[in-house]
């Protein structure tokens, strides 16, 4: 059993840890992707606790995409915010279906970062968003964090920001990374 599967409880305790100020900054770098009505795909969007709050910030609909079924069940049932059961390396959707991915947090989870990438390219729109919400390994603290994750049986795979933009830019998804606090870090790109 993966950590997330006997976590799902706990990991749903702190999943909303959004402040309205963070919220609003999150929102405001899809917004150019996502309008009204619009869809965004949230990929290892855990107990879909951000898409639901980003589904009323955007009226658009949010999909929670997340291979863990007991994150999944508490993704809530409301207008706006559906749940989806797969992983980012073979997303269940059609070509150019969405109009945004956003990643938060879940990116140093895939285990091929490569196939999840090349998925997003094939899913999102042309001219559509990538955003992609991480953490910088480089600070001391970080290798901790990076041994914990190991030992938890996931594989820790952190990108510094200028290697992501360089591993995004590798499949067309052309974009820059900026600090957001401590080792968070965010990734915005579009598709060409
Ligand atoms: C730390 S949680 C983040 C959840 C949510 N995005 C957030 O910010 O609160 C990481 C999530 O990634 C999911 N995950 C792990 N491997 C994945 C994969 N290959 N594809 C998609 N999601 C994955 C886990 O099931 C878990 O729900």
């Not at 770098?29 to 996502?34: A, F, G, M, N, T």
């Not at 600070?139 to 992501?164: N, S």
């Not at 830019?169 to 080792?183: M, S």
Request: charged share 25%; proline share 8%; net charge negative.
């Amino acid at each position: 059993m993966g950590f997330f599967n006997w976590a799902a409880p706990a990991f749903n305790r702190l999943a909303d840890r959004w402040s309205p100020e963070s919220l609003d900054q999150i929102a405001g770098w899809l917004r150019p992707y996502v309008g009204p009505d619009g869809r965004l795909l949230d990929v290892g969007g855990g107990t879909g606790a951000l898409a639901r709050r980003l589904a009323r910030e955007l009226r658009a609909d949010v999909v929670v995409l997340d291979p863990t079924p007991e994150m999944l069940a508490y993704v809530p049932d409301e207008p706006g915010v559906s749940a989806l059961l797969g992983l980012a390396e073979e997303i269940p959707l059609e070509d150019s279906s969405v109009d945004a991915v956003l990643v938060s947090d879940a990116f140093h989870h895939f285990r091929d970062q490569r196939g999840a990438v090349r998925e997003f390219a094939r899913v999102v729109r042309p001219g559509g968003g990538v955003v992609v919400l991480e953490l910088d390994p480089r600070p001391w603290y970080m290798r901790v964090i990076v041994a914990v994750e190991k030992l938890l049986g996931e594989p820790g795979a952190f990108f510094t920001p200028d290697g992501m933009c360089a591993f995004m830019a590798e499949h067309g998804i052309e974009g820059r990374c900026e600090p957001v606090k401590g080792p968070a870090y965010r990734f915005t790109g579009t598709l060409r």
